[in-house]
């Protein structure tokens, strides 16, 4: 069982609508990471939190906000989205980087779909 | 040029056979290799990691890593129905994760 714990598993709303996906890990990792993913693609970055601080931004657009209230939470706050972000939203943790043997966990997954 | 290549298949082998996935990267500073395993609807599932040239063998499943020419390669022996996915090989530098476009397995009973 992934130790990365995502909320809700499937999410529906619509365009003008407000909501947040959760992400909560208990192993002390210090990095985080939301990815989204379509179909038959591979994950993509969105976000990179390291040591609560945000650290790598892969030109999301603002429609997307994170937040990483401390070192095992991490939200992401959607407001305003369109149908074209409906994907599978992951959430992923690691130790800090800059060592062998970092290795990425990814939790479950949040399906969004907006419309 | 992208930062893993993989096959993106699709790779068909029969129930019991060996399948062998193959993934070729770009920059030498990559730190740590692995394969992830998805199944449609899941989200990516750690099989195997390695870090040094060479095998590294679990259960079934052996990774071989060649840094000099910048290859990874996953092998599946006595391959198995379940074992029909997505095998995405992924490379680590610092706090960066990329990831190939993944190959498709399906194993035929």
């Known amino acids: 069982d992934t130790e990365v714990t995502q909320t809700p598993k499937h999410l529906v709303m619509g365009m003008t609508n407000k909501k947040s996906l959760k992400c909560e890990q208990h192993m002390g990792h210090r990095a985080m990471y939301w990815y989204k993913q379509k179909a038959k693609k591979p994950p993509e970055l969105m976000f990179v939190y390291s040591y609560e601080k945000l650290s790598i931004n892969e030109s999301v657009p603002s429609r997307f906000s994170p937040e990483c209230p401390n070192s095992s939470l991490l939200n992401l706050h959607l407001h305003a989205l369109q149908p074209e972000d409906s994907a599978l939203y992951l959430c992923?943790?690691?130790?800090?980087?800059?060592?062998?043997?970092?290795?990425?966990?990814f939790g479950e997954g949040s399906w969004l779909t907006v419309v | 040029q992208k930062e893993v290549e993989q096959n993106s298949g699709p790779l068909s082998v029969p129930e019991g056979a060996i399948a062998s996935l193959n993934c070729t990267y770009s920059d030498r500073g990559s730190q740590s290799f692995f394969w992830y395993r998805q199944y449609s609807g899941k989200s990516p599932e750690l099989i195997m990691s390695i870090y040094s040239n060479g095998d590294k063998e679990d259960g079934r499943f052996t990774a071989q890593l060649n840094k000099a020419s910048q290859y990874v390669s996953l092998l599946i022996r006595d391959s198995q129905p379940s074992d029909s996915a997505t095998y995405l090989c992924a490379v680590n530098r610092g706090n960066q994760f990329y990831f190939g476009t993944g190959t498709s397995l399906t194993v035929i009973p």
């Open positions: 992923a943790s690691s130790r800090q980087g800059g060592s062998s043997g970092n290795t990425i966990y």
